[in-house]
């Protein structure tokens, strides 16, 4: 997560005087002020030890301090990714190191011995303006984000406010989230946002190729570098020049190519296959995954050095089911675009419509929502849609609790699923939706896959995660290819 001004819910003012008394007077001053939040720091260089840990939104500093004077504590600011406002207190007679310090880039000044209403007016403005610039940054990101995906949540909001301060900031950033949360559209939106926007943007499936092609693939090759090699191949990193290369599922990138991609992001250059050169590229890599890298670096499944090297800005989207707000309008939006697709017109929701939307867990997230809508429209009938071909439903019609609530009820010492958290009611939900599907599918993991909307290695992760991943034994949790 990029760092700058403060993510708490109160704005967050410092407070930098080597007196401690005037420390105390502003710090009590200031806490007449709703909501505001103040730390100090006795010079500069305290103070910058504090912003690196405790990022604010404010800093009112004195100009005269050892070690670090406010002036060049002023010049330290402006040069952070998100730079807070800046108020400077300076003594009767030195009006001329304050201008020195607007023209630094700080917001206003104030004199000493300071007057209390002065000051609160001062800081009032200050905060005002920070508060806009907070409001702009976001409606900015929602407004950037929204052009590719729709949502109501406060989560994914402020998801796009990130994505508009990571956007233009040339960073390489790694995009994490459970499979089917919209990942890609998250790296659409930073391309957006991006100086790099009108330049390539190239996308790529790390789980998609074998080792040697995605190797040629990425990095290019000579010709006549293997069989089949009959005239050179540029690779993607090269035809990204300049722009932007997506790494899709790169949790699932051979070791060796791990290497090689820790080269490019080091070094800024590449060796095509069967080259003795390496070419310069100029490339912003944007990777996403659905895996845990710290996880699979600890194993020694992915290379340490470049999990850090990816997770400079990490932006994490989250599921579904803890954003339940924007299950209705991405509800709404797929009934529009399928009823446009399929020709049939204005659809009536029968009652109990979204609270059915809303009672599902959707383990396969906006895909397995969006895959069902369609269903629902391409079966609709007498234009209404069908409750009963919402998931949950029993093949006679009638609503039925998922499969996971029996599984509990039977599982766990006849434990009623309402006397659960959220967390392990949401896990039984879950559970219970991939036995349902092992089932039908026979055990098959890729069709069990693809009727819950997932990807074979999410549910393969989730298979082990409920202790489902044995031979096909007891018919619970037996399992094909």
Not at 183 to 192: I, S, T, Y
Not at 258 to 279: N, S
Request: proline residues 5%; glycine residues 8%.
């Amino acid at each position: 997560m990029p760092k700058g001004a403060s993510e708490a819910a109160h704005p967050r003012v410092l407070v930098v005087d080597d007196d401690a008394g005037v420390r105390y007077t502003l710090r009590e001053t200031l806490a007449s002020l709703s909501g505001v939040e103040v730390d100090e720091a006795a010079d500069g260089a305290l103070a910058l030890e504090r912003l690196q840990a405790h990022p604010c939104d404010l800093v009112i500093t004195d100009l005269r301090m050892p070690r670090m004077d406010g002036l060049e504590l002023v010049r330290r600011l402006q040069g952070l990714p998100h730079p807070p406002r800046v108020i400077v207190i300076t003594a009767h007679g030195s009006e001329r190191f304050a201008v020195e310090a607007m023209k630094a880039g700080a917001y206003d000044y104030f004199r000493k011995p300071f007057d209390v209403d002065e000051l609160l007016a001062v800081v009032g403005r200050a905060l005002e303006t920070v508060r806009l610039r907070h409001d702009n940054e976001r409606l900015a990101g929602e407004l950037n984000l929204s052009r590719s995906m729709v949502f109501a949540s406060e989560a994914m909001s402020r998801l796009a406010q990130l994505v508009q301060r990571a956007g233009p900031r040339d960073v390489t950033v790694l995009i994490t989230g459970e499979s089917g949360t919209g990942k890609e559209r998250v790296a659409e939106a930073l391309v957006r946002a991006s100086p790099r926007a009108s330049r390539p943007y190239l996308r790529f499936n790390c789980a998609a190729l074998t080792h040697e092609l995605a190797e040629a693939e990425l990095f290019g090759h000579a010709r006549g570098a293997f069989t089949g090699a009959h005239r050179d191949r540029q690779g993607l990193f090269r035809e990204a020049d300049g722009g932007t290369l997506l790494l899709d599922e790169v949790g699932e990138l051979a070791q060796p190519l791990q290497a090689k991609l820790l080269r490019v992001l080091q070094e800024g250059e590449v060796r095509p296959v069967g080259e003795d050169r390496p070419i310069k590229v100029d490339v912003r890599i944007i990777a996403a995954t659905h895996r845990d890298l710290r996880k699979l670096a600890s194993e020694g499944k992915f290379r340490e050095d470049l999990y850090y090297r990816l997770n400079v800005v990490h932006l994490r989207v989250p599921p579904l089911r803890e954003r339940p707000e924007d299950i209705p309008v991405l509800a709404r939006m797929f009934l529009d675009r399928f009823s446009d697709r399929f020709h049939t017109g204005l659809l009536k929701v029968p009652h109990g419509f979204h609270e059915r939307l809303l009672a599902w867990p959707w383990p396969g997230n906006v895909r397995e929502l969006e895959n069902t809508l369609e269903s629902l429209v391409a079966l609709s009938h007498d234009g209404e849609v069908d409750l009963e071909l919402l998931p949950g439903s029993d093949p006679s019609g009638s609503a039925a609790a998922p499969v996971a609530a029996v599984s509990v009820s039977e599982g766990a010492g006849r434990e009623s699923l309402a006397s659960l958290g959220l967390k392990e009611r949401v896990e039984a939900y879950e559970r219970g939706l991939i036995l349902d599907a092992m089932r039908l599918a026979g055990g098959n993991r890729s069709e069990a896959a693809r009727r819950l909307g997932i990807g074979r290695a999410t549910l393969h992760d989730k298979l082990r995660k409920y202790g489902m991943d044995a031979p096909p034994s007891s018919g619970e949790g037996g399992a094909t290819e």
